[in-house]
């Protein structure tokens, strides 16, 4: 209990430390500072400074050691730095610590209630969270989707495609940066967003206009009701979903309606959590509190949405598997992405 305390609180400072770049200001100085001179050079107030630095002393994410005229002096070490700041990467792990507290001061009154009445809750409920959840997956798409993602997918042919001419759509598009990166880089190539937060796509659409791109649009859609209708039927060559799935109040329909979509020869790319279905097969995942919570706080009560299944983010492989077979998917391929340790590639083929 003491570990777990104390680790949650550090959780806390770290997300504080983060947000106000203190640990990339420590990694350039690149050696034992004083309170006055990080200050001075983070641009902080030295009292909340000099709190926060003892929870990182006292953590043993920082060295303290004592300068010769006696002040104390904080120093973070390279090798935490390689995880903590923004020069990290992919290896930045300290962005995460945001997550807990920022789904916190968003929805714990309303989860806690959700107990009582297995009430959804309102996507409007998490505007700071959304923020900075787009905000990372902006990161990782324009570090990884042109570059490493859409050449492995088919092992390279989809590329070739994409430079030839196809029809793509994104389907949980939200703001539309991946959408608008691929219509960028493949001009010959037509591409659709889809979304059903009206806001998130008009944001989608001024970019697209300021970009000057000719190739892309967007649509306000609930993905669960496309399905069964004319107009978009067998209109797209390549789908994708980019940890949209776990997230719909219908997943099953909105897979249904992305397999009405595709056409002969397409391809759906369904990039969502690595895990079990069942608690007994994440006992072993490093992460798996942290990704069960963020869930509970997040990712289920959205679902439950409009008596929504409410599947949350650990749905796991097994039922993934067995909701792209219900939804009319037969050539799955299920593969591992050295570039995202988190997720899963699901590989759909259509004959």
Known sequence: MTDILNHGALNLAMAIGYQNRIFDVMEELDRPATVTEIAG?????????????????????????VTATGENAYFLPPAHAAFLTRSAGSNNLGVYTQEIPLLTACAMEAVNNGFTTGDGISFSQYPRFQ????????AKHR??????????????????????????????CGQGLALNLMAEAFPESTFVGIDNHEEAVRTAQKEARRKGLANVDYLVRDAAKINGEKAFYARFDYVC??????????PL??????????????????VDIKAGSDHKDNLDH????????????????????GNGAGLGMMWGRELALN?????????????????????????????
């Open 41 to 65: 050079a983070a641009g902080l107030d030295g009292r909340y400074l000099k709190e926060w630095l003892g929870i990182m002393a006292m953590g043993k994410i920082i060295d303290l050691s």
């Open 131 to 138: 923020e900075f959840m787009g905000q990372l997956a902006d």
């Open 286 to 305: 490093p992460m798996g509190p942290f990704l069960y919570t963020v869930s509970l706080m997040h990712c289920m009560p959205i679902g439950l949405n």
């Open 241 to 250: 979903a980019f940890d949209a799935i776990h997230d719909q109040s219908h």
């Open 253 to 270: 329909d909105a897979l249904k309606g992305i397999r009405w979509m595709l056409a002969h020869s397409g391809l759906f790319s369904m």
């Open 143 to 172: 570090q990884i989707l042109i570059q490493h993602f859409l050449p492995s997918v088919d092992n390279g042919k989809l590329v070739q495609r994409l430079k030839k001419g196809i029809r793509v759509c994104d389907l949980g």
């Open 323 to 351: 909701m792209l077979s219900q939804a009319g998917f037969e050539q799955v391929e299920v593969l591992e992405m050295e570039h995202d340790g988190f997720n899963l590639h699901y590989l759909c083929r259509v004959p």
